[in-house]
């Protein structure tokens, strides 16, 4: 099938040429973002490839199903950039990549938090300036620590089996039990309870309308003092601008953040010559114990040819017999 690939980075292309190495599908790759204003790229395409970022709104979604595009083939696993009730009144599947390496992103999620706790990204600049002193770089145990964990899926199943064999107490909530997870020795609370008692809280579930805004000032107010946070999930799970008035008073002492409210228009670009100039970003930027990275939970060699295989697998099943694996409608 033709496919119409948004939003591409050198990196996209290397594994998707590599997962279509028989050539199945033509692909054409296009660096610009999926909105309306770019679907002119599209000619004669029947599948349209788009990432996290792009714009899938219902004026997209008519727009294209008007250019002849019969799938929306996404090459993510969240899918709360599309406007999946208009989708539906038009026929127009979507599939995604529900799986790819919870691992991936788990492992991230913990990465940030041994940084933030040991300071290893402060400690690193400054070596590099000479400076060997342990100022301001005391961290705790992690190791007899509660972790809260706020949705026990794939990924957050894979942190707690890590946050488990660190010896930390794992409490979760979740509107679902996942009974690998109480096997494992993770205990289910109420989400009050989690907020309350966990000394490391991170962030799993997916973004839905009851997630927008899960911690905001009032959760914030129920958590321990120092609380530390990991969102690796989506951004708007987190208020950020309550959560930077919750670090200037020292109620949340360690902030890790792979997603960010505003970071459509951010992540994956260089804006290092213009500056940012998203001013709460920017605020976030100046403290000393936040760690932002930008939407890279995924970005591991693994999970990024599992997506490649199975977003071509994904349309190959379509062009075989019109059946939808992996649809999100
Ligand atoms: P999953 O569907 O396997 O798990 C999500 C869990 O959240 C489920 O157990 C579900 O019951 C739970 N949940 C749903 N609504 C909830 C609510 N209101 N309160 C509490 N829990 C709720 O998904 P997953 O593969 O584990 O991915 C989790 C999230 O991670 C995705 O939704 C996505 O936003 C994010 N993600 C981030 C990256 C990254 O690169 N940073 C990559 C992939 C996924």
């Known amino acids: 099938m033709k496919i119409a690939f948004f939003n591409t980075k050198q990196y996209d292309q290397e594994y998707f040429d590599r997962a279509n190495q028989n050539a199945a599908q033509q692909i054409r790759y296009f660096s610009s973002h999926l909105n309306l204003e770019s679907t002119s790229l599209i000619t004669d395409e029947k599948v349209v490839c788009a990432f996290i970022n792009d714009n899938l709104n219902a004026e997209v979604l008519h727009k294209l199903k008007s250019k002849g595009i019969e799938l929306i083939a996404l090459r993510s696993a969240g899918f709360n950039h599309v406007d999946v009730a208009c989708a539906k009144q038009l026929s127009l599947p979507v599939v995604r990549v529900p799986a790819y390496s919870p691992f991936a992103v788990a492992e991230h999620a913990v ?3 041994l940084c933030l706790n040991r300071g290893i990204h402060r400690a690193h600049n400054r070596i590099r300036e000479g400076d060997f002193s342990l100022r301001n770089l005391m961290g705790f145990d992690i190791h007899g620590k509660t972790v809260g964990i706020i949705g026990t899926g794939k990924i957050g199943q894979a942190f707690a089996n890590i946050m488990l064999g660190f010896g930390c107490k794992v409490i979760a909530y979740d509107v679902v039990h996942n009974e690998q997870c109480i096997k494992s020795g993770v205990t289910y609370v109420s989400l009050d309870n989690l907020l309350s008692h966990a000394d490391v809280i991170s962030l799993h579930c997916p973004l839905t309308p009851e997630t927008y805004h899960l911690i905001n000032q009032e959760a914030l107010a129920k958590m321990r003092d120092g609380v530390t946070i990991i969102n690796t999930s989506r951004g708007k799970l987190v208020d950020t601008k309550a959560i930077i008035n919750s670090l200037k008073n020292g109620k949340v002492g360690l902030l890790g953040l792979d997603v960010y409210e505003e970071e459509e228009a951010l992540f994956f670009e260089d804006f290092s010559k213009k500056g940012i100039q998203d001013d709460v970003l920017a605020r976030l930027t100046t ?17 990024m040819l599992n997506i490649a295989q199975t977003t071509l697998s994904n349309i190959s099943q379509f062009e075989q017999n019109g059946s939808i694996q992996n649809g999100v409608i």
């Open 287 to 303: 403290f000393p114990n936040v760690i932002i990275t930008s939407h890279q939970g995924f970005f591991t060699q693994e999970a």
């Open 111 to 113: 990465g940030l938090l």
